[in-house]
């Protein structure tokens, strides 16, 4: 019987620990990343590269769905939810205007969206 109780105890261990993973991780590596996806992204629509724009925006809508549900679970972090919202409805504006190869009002946009990023920065990014 113990070393059933053991085994029950290690299975609920080992899913615990695949929960926790499963959860975003916003972390300096993490945004760093977010950081080069949106110079990938300013980049493509400079070159009027639809194909990677639209590529890098998609990742970026998702990155941002992490950086909310990140700061969803913090106290005192409404802004940076916010913040978060906006970020990702700027980037899908962004892949809007991409399909419509409207390049110039893309460009706009993100820098619109490094904007925002900024500002977000200025209050959350670790130094």
């Given at each position: 019987m113990r070393k059933l109780t053991l085994f029950v105890y290690f299975i609920?261990?080992?899913m615990t620990g695949s929960v926790v993973s499963a959860q975003p991780t916003v972390d300096e590596d993490f945004m760093q990343l977010m950081k080069d996806k949106q110079?990938?992204?300013s980049s493509n629509i400079s070159l009027k590269d639809a194909q990677a724009a639209t590529d890098d925006a998609n990742e970026i809508v998702d990155m941002f769905n992490d950086v909310q549900a990140f700061y969803e679970k913090k106290a005192n972090a409404a802004d940076?939810?916010?913040?978060?919202k906006e970020s990702k409805d700027l980037t899908a504006t962004i892949a809007k205007y991409v399909?419509?190869?409207d390049f110039d009002t893309a460009a706009q946009t993100s820098v619109t969206l490094a904007k925002a990023c900024k500002?977000?920065?200025k209050i959350y990014k670790k130094d």
């Open positions: 609920l261990a080992v110079k990938s992204l940076a939810v916010d913040w978060s399909a419509a190869n500002t977000c920065h």
